[in-house]
């Protein structure tokens, strides 16, 4: 568990590292990738053993007997998160993009609205556009450097043609851990306008210290008929490329509408992806995480001091998730004038926040998920590039 250690993942298919000069033109030699949400960390030891397990075995077949890993599963929900759960609720999608699209799939019609609190994680909106629904923006809005949810104002937006929301809880970017009271409102919403909700919570386990993640079911337990969970070891334990996630549904109307999509579109687990998750929920596993927020509250400190020092930046405190979303209104530039300071001088590649939706206008996204000397590295380059404004 050497959180420092520096890790070159240059050349080794790494999005994160061997596309940001593509994508952004960030020099790969000498640029910091802070876009994408994988962590430049090692997994676990337990994951890293169950690999080489597998490759010493040097069998690769057809996965089979989920015993194990359904039991993982549940052990992980019922003592990091007090929620028990049924093996039979358990679905295994290819991750939990594929999971949101599946349920778009499942439970709406091309041409119905899909509703997301904005800014939020950008592949929601890809998906629901390219499979020819609706994206329906309803806007958080900034109180105190935070966002809330605004329901009176989302209650007028509805038209009666929505069918499905979904939340990010803890909510990325902007990194809030959602109060008993704003999930409650979430679920009062969903049941005045008819929604299905998916609750996407990949970012659970990343809670920062002083903060409680309470997991929908928990929140709101009378809206089970409407309520898809989705989890996932993948963003926890930085195991993003094993593309592996759960989907969890207590009600037995909405799975067999999702198990007939799996099964018409032939959705089985790989098998790498299921050793590694069974690996990563487990006492090696829980005992890493807890080392990691630690690691990564230090660099929550570091940069959020160091940025926010700049005057015009203001990076949000974040609750959880090691996504830091930093607005540049203040700056009163142009939003070319800021990335282009960001990109070209400082060298650093980030989220761009109009991929967020409504609301990401004029904020970047970082991912502060990297050897802490690195994160220093960045504020330094921002300092840098942003000097005259000091
Ligand atoms: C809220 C949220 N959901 C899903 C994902 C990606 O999930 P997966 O890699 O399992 O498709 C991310 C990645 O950052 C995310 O932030």
Not at 24 to 40: F, H, L, N, Q, T
Not at 341 to 357: L, S
Request: proline share 5%; glycine share 8%.
């Amino acid at each position: 568990m050497n959180f420092d250690e520096i890790i070159d993942r240059r050349g080794t298919h790494s999005v994160k590292w061997d596309m940001m000069e593509k994508i952004y033109g960030v020099p790969a030699d000498s640029g910091i990738a802070m876009w994408v949400a994988d962590m430049d960390f090692r997994p676990p030891a337990a994951v890293q053993k169950a690999v080489e397990d597998m490759a010493a075995h040097g069998i690769y077949g057809y996965f089979g007997d989920d015993r194990a890993y359904l039991d993982a599963i549940r052990w992980w929900m019922a003592t990091r998160h007090g929620w028990e759960v049924e093996p039979d609720w358990i679905f295994t999608t290819a991750g939990l993009v594929n999971g949101a699209a599946l349920c778009i799939e499942a439970y709406t019609k091309p041409g119905d609205g899909v509703v997301l609190m904005t800014p939020v994680y950008h592949a929601f909106a890809r998906v629901i556009k390219a499979s020819g629904r609706r994206v329906v923006e309803c806007e958080l809005v900034g109180e105190g450097g935070r966002y809330k949810p605004d329901f009176d104002a989302w209650d007028a937006q509805m038209t009666g043609e929505e069918r499905l929301f979904i939340l990010c809880s803890p909510h990325n970017p902007g990194g809030r851990v959602w109060t008993a009271e704003e999930l409650r409102g979430v679920a009062d919403f969903c049941k005045r306008h008819d929604l299905v909700l998916v609750s996407d919570e990949i970012h659970h386990d990343l809670v920062f210290p002083g903060h409680n993640h309470i997991p929908m079911p928990l929140a709101a337990p009378d809206i089970l008929d409407r309520l898809v969970m989705m989890t996932a070891t993948t963003k926890t334990f930085n195991i993003a490329g094993a593309h592996i996630g759960n989907v969890i549904i207590p009600d037995p109307t909405l799975r067999k509408a999702f198990a007939g999509r799996m099964m018409a579109l032939g959705i089985s687990p790989n098998s790498f992806g299921v050793m590694m998750a069974t690996a990563a929920y487990s006492d090696d596993g829980a005992q890493w995480v807890d080392a990691l927020l630690t690691y990564l509250d230090g660099n929550r400190r570091l940069f959020d001091e160091g940025v926010n020092a700049i005057p015009g930046l203001a990076s949000m405190r974040l609750e959880a998730t090691y996504l830091a979303w930093v607005d540049f209104a203040r700056t009163g530039m142009e939003r070319e004038e800021f990335l282009d300071r960001v990109e070209k001088q400082a060298q650093i590649a980030v989220n761009h926040g109009p991929t967020f939706g409504k609301g990401g206008e004029n904020f970047l996204r970082f991912n502060i998920a990297t050897p802490r000397a690195r994160v220093a590295e960045a504020v330094e380059r921002l300092q840098r590039a942003f000097r005259d404004l000091q």
